[in-house]
């Protein structure tokens, strides 16, 4: 069974720095898409960052460019989500999810979610 699990999280004041981590199991490495969403009370689930293995491509939300980087360590099994100078309105619970199948940055896309980790920038 595909299996995310999400860290990194937690408080930071605004203008500083976090990297999230996504630690997967139970799929081939050679062909994935995982994506990076946020969501927060009362709104949808937001795609912030998303990158297939099969060509490189990344996806970014306008909101976070320039300040976001996702990348991959394969041996470890890892996607990471860098996040730099954040806002308070970086605030959310992040999840990372993945399917085999081609997808970009709709939630409904994908297939396996993890429990996800809660980011907080304060004012």
């Known amino acids: 069974e595909v299996q995310l699990v999400e860290s990194g999280g937690g408080l930071v004041e605004t203008g500083g720095s976090l990297r999230l981590s996504c630690a997967a199991s139970g799929f081939s490495f050679d062909g994935y898409y995982i994506g990076w969403f946020r969501q927060v009370p009362g709104k949808e689930r937001e795609g912030v960052s998303c990158i297939s293995s099969r060509d490189g491509t990344t996806y970014y939300a306008d909101s976070v460019k320039g300040r976001f980087t996702i990348s991959t360590d394969n041996s470890k099994r890892t996607v990471y989500l860098q996040m730099n100078t954040l806002k308070p309105e970086d605030t959310a619970v992040y999840y990372c999810?993945?399917?085999?199948?081609?997808?970009?940055?709709?939630?409904?896309?994908?297939?396996?979610w993890g429990q996800g980790t809660q980011v907080t920038v304060s004012s």
């Open positions: 999810a993945h399917t085999n199948r081609r997808a970009g940055s709709r939630a409904n896309e994908y297939d396996y």
